[in-house]
T-cell receptor, first 109, second 113 residues
């Protein structure tokens, strides 16, 4: 079956760094996406990895290892507004996104 | 209109009633999607459309139907609502189906009693 695993909840301190992990087992691979979702709002796109390695975009970076079925999202210099859920999604062989349940990130002052 | 809109924002519906959730995008995207989001679960694809005039079934299509008469609109219909269809429904679009960013509408919170 298809499966995406990510931690349910994480807590971090303002100004610190946090890494949110995601492992996936899906039929085929056409890219790994990360989205941010604030409570009561729609998901918004953060990153897309299709090749192994690290993609950096400002305070956010995303890493992919296809051989390990593993990705992480790295958030630096955490701000209170980063409190949100972070959704990992894998695009399978049918170009359908298979979504994890999301990681709720709580930022404390 | 800027981006993707959904209506209504929220709705309480009696079981057995018919309901259509509306979705409109102005980005001229070819692909559109309907997801439901339930607590503790990832987003699940209900139906999708690769381009105007075509639709396909996603992971959880039973009890739902869609149409894509033109590029902009992608309504989702519940023919006879049941309580298990209580959820938050998101419409999304992307330039094409594939490795493109999906843009999400604000969601419709539906409660079926």
């Amino acid at each position: 079956g298809q499966n995406i695993d990510q931690p349910t909840e994480m807590t971090a301190t303002e100004g610190a760094i946090v890494q949110i992990n995601c492992t996936y087992q899906t039929s085929g691979f056409n890219g790994l996406f990360w989205y941010q979702q604030h409570a009561g709002e729609a998901p918004t796109f953060l990153s897309y990895n299709v090749l192994d390695g690290l993609e950096e975009k400002g305070r956010f970076s995303s890493f992919l290892s296809r051989s390990k079925g593993y990705s992480y999202l790295l958030l630096k210099e955490l701000q209170m507004k980063d409190s949100a859920s972070y959704l990992c999604a894998n695009m399978d062989s049918n170009y359908q996104l298979i979504w994890g349940a999301g990681t709720k990130l709580i930022i404390k002052p | 209109i800027a981006g993707i809109t959904q209506a209504p924002t929220s709705q309480i519906l009696a079981a057995g009633r018919r309901m259509t959730l509306r979705c409109t995008q102005d980005m001229r995207h070819n692909a559109m999607y309907w997801y439901r989001q339930d607590l503790g679960l990832g987003l699940r694809l209900i139906h999708y459309s690769n381009t105007a005039g075509t639709t396909g079934k996603g992971e959880v299509p039973d009890g739902y139907s869609v149409s894509r008469a033109n590029t902009d609109d992608f309504p989702l219909t519940l023919a006879s609502a049941v309580p298990s269809q209580t959820s938050v429904y998101f419409c999304a679009s992307s330039e094409n189906r594939g490795g493109n960013e999906q843009f999400f509408g604000p969601g419709t919170r539906l409660t079926v009693l």
